[in-house]
């Protein structure tokens, strides 16, 4: 089969498109043919090496869509399915043509959503639900604040948020992003670069949950935030470091929350799905290109003008 990968740390050019051996699923696995996958901030970091992989060479891809092989553990061959856990694959990650997965880390993939959609939908679909529900417990009513909109994680979230009847507060660089922001259900958005996002919070008292994806914005997640607010940290787009008034944050009693590894429930996941075939969901995707443009997307996203997800795609 064809994958991409990198056997050295280095920038997008170490991304290789070569030839490997098929792998053999076990009995607990089903094989999967992999049509579509996305580009996340840390195959970036993965193929710099300022997030080290456990042996090279290494085929990065956190999520896959494709088709089943072969009858195995329930699912049946040509069934249309996603696993947002790709990167424990036989196999390979996503960037594979084909991978081995636990049946237990599988959805099946609803009838009117494709393979782009289901790979846009999939990782980030399954952290923005974690932190917004299974740990930051967002209610109706409450207000959140949304860093890196724009984001795959960002958009998804937005849209989600929305359809519990939380209100919506958006960060954004770019009066570009700002309008496809506002058009997927944000209530407010907040150009960091022109205006205090902690300012903007006190202007409606404040936020009841931030999901922070910047990291080095945690100060200002706190100022944003209500009296016994809620921060989850999920990503660190802004770096790994952070300096808080550990003052600020105790006399304001919010609860700062590092959930670790953001991945909600298969069943979670499905529904999220099911959202997408009927339309009320919008994975937002800013393009689609070869697998073995691998490098060329990977330039794309370090740019920071990326709308949504790019997604790769097999066989084409």
């Known amino acids: 089969m064809k994958a991409v990968q990198f056997s050295q740390y280095g920038g997008p050019e170490v991304l290789h498109a070569v030839e490997v051996p098929d792998p ?27 997030r080290p992989v456990p042996r090279l060479p290494f085929t990065p891809g956190l999520e896959a869509a494709g088709v089943v092989v072969s009858d195995s553990q329930g699912f049946h ?6 696993t947002t856990r790709a990167a424990g694959a036989r196999g390979g990650g996503g960037y594979a043509g084909r991978i081995a997965v636990p049946a237990r880390d599988l959805v099946r993939i609803p009838e009117g ?26 209610r109706e009513g409450e207000r959140v604040l949304i860093w890196a909109a724009s984001s795959g994680v960002g958009s998804i979230a ?27 259900g944000a209530d407010m958005v907040v150009n960091y ?19 922070e994806l910047v990291g080095s914005t945690l100060q200002e997640s706190i100022d944003a935030c209500a009296p016994e607010g809620r921060v989850v940290l ?21 609860n700062v929350l590092g959930p670790g590894l953001m991945h909600t429930t298969p069943a979670n996941e499905e529904h999220v799905l099911g959202l997408v075939a009927k339309k009320i969901v919008q994975p937002v995707i800013a393009d689609v290109l070869p697998v ?20 790769l795609v097999h066989g084409t």
């Open 77 to 82: 061959a040509g069934e249309h399915v996603l």
């Open 113 to 138: 959503v494709s393979f782009e959609e289901a790979a846009a939908a999939g990782l980030t679909a399954s952290t923005a639900w974690t932190g917004l529900f299974d740990v930051g417990q967002l």
């Open 234 to 254: 999920i990503g660190n787009l802004g770096g790994q470091k952070a300096t808080v008034d550990t003052q600020s944050w105790r006399l304001k009693r919010v």
């Open 193 to 211: 670069k022109q205006q205090s996002i902690a300012e903007a919070a006190r202007t409606v008292n404040g936020v009841n949950l931030v999901l």
């Open 292 to 311: 073995e443009q691998a490098a060329e997307a990977h330039r794309r996203l370090a740019d920071h003008e990326v709308i949504g997800k790019i997604v």
């Open 158 to 184: 937005i849209q989600l948020a929305r359809q519990v009847g939380a209100w919506v507060m958006a960060t954004t660089g770019s009066e570009h992003k700002a309008e496809e922001l506002r058009r997927l």
């Open 24 to 50: 053999i699923a076990t009995p607990e696995e089903v094989l999967i043919d992999v049509k579509a996958t996305t580009v996340n901030h840390l195959d970036l970091f993965q193929r710099d090496g300022s």
